[in-house]
T-cell receptor, first 114, second 114 residues
Framework: AQSVTQPDIHITVSEGASLELRCNYS??????LFWYVQSPGQGLQLLLK????DTLVQGIKGFEAEFKRSQSSFNLRKPSVHWSDAAEYFC???WGGGADGLTFGKGTHLIIQP | GAVVSQHPSRVICKSGTSVKIECRSL??????MFWYRQFPKQSLMLMAT?????????EQGVEKDKFLINHASLTLSTLTVTSAHPEDSSFYIC??????????FGPGTRLLVL
């Protein structure tokens, strides 16, 4: 079955430290890949997406993600986190393209330590 | 740009009543909208795909007679939870398909059925 795995339920990072959130998907072809952030009381905000081309994708708020076909991964990174980055992060996949409903991972809750 | 609103943001109703949730794309037209359900501290699950002017497509296991979807215009889709029961209590989130095959999400509607 098609699935999206975010292996880390919670991650705690000190402010100013680097961050990497993991995402793996199970499917043969390359799907459309997204990272969204959900803050309390707010809707999901798109951080970045990958459809094709350059496998290193730059997003908003200083985030980037790298698509690795051999590992079926699309990990999210940020070189230096800020306290305002504390939120829930979701990796999502569009199996049939960007216009299809998305399959979400379970999310990773990011905690920022002062 | 690409703002999606939902109304109401939260609703409490009695068991057996029906509740309508609106999803609007405010600054773009969306021929396709999606409805998701999110349980506490869990991921989003796609319920249905709503296409303007046609019947919605429901995911396996979602009762189409219980969750009525109407997409009457290019900026409005509605989800009606009919004869709601406590197990229908959840966070309902809509998205609208915008430019670049990207979904833009609403802030969600918290439904509590007593």
């Amino acid at each position: 079955a098609q699935s999206v795995t975010q292996p880390d339920i919670h991650i705690t990072v000190s402010e100013g430290a680097s961050l990497e959130l993991r995402c793996n998907y199970s499917y043969g072809a390359t799907p459309y890949l997204f990272w969204y952030v959900q803050s309390p009381g707010q809707g999901l905000q798109l951080l970045l997406k990958y459809f094709s081309g350059d496998t290193l994708v730059q997003g908003i708020k200083g985030f980037e993600a790298e698509f690795k076909r051999s590992q079926s991964s699309f990990n999210l990174r940020k070189p230096s986190v800020h306290w305002s980055d504390a939120a829930e992060y979701f990796c999502a996949v569009g199996w049939g393209g960007g216009a299809d409903g998305l399959t979400f991972g379970k999310g990773t809750h990011l905690i920022i330590q002062p | 740009g690409a703002v999606v609103s939902q109304h109401p943001s939260r609703v409490i109703c009695k068991s057996g009543t029906s509740v309508k949730i609106e999803c609007r794309s405010l600054d773009f037209q969306a021929t396709t909208m999606f409805w998701y359900r999110q349980f506490p501290k869990q991921s989003l699950m796609l319920m249905a795909t709503s296409n303007e002017g046609s019947k919605a497509t429901y995911e396996q296991g979602v009762e189409k007679d219980k969750f009525l979807i109407n997409h009457a215009s290019l900026t409005l889709s509605t989800l009606t939870v009919t004869s709601a029961h406590p197990e229908d209590s959840s966070f309902y989130i809509c998205s609208a398909l915008g430019a670049g095959e990207t979904q833009y999400f609403g802030p969600g509607t918290r439904l509590l059925v007593l």
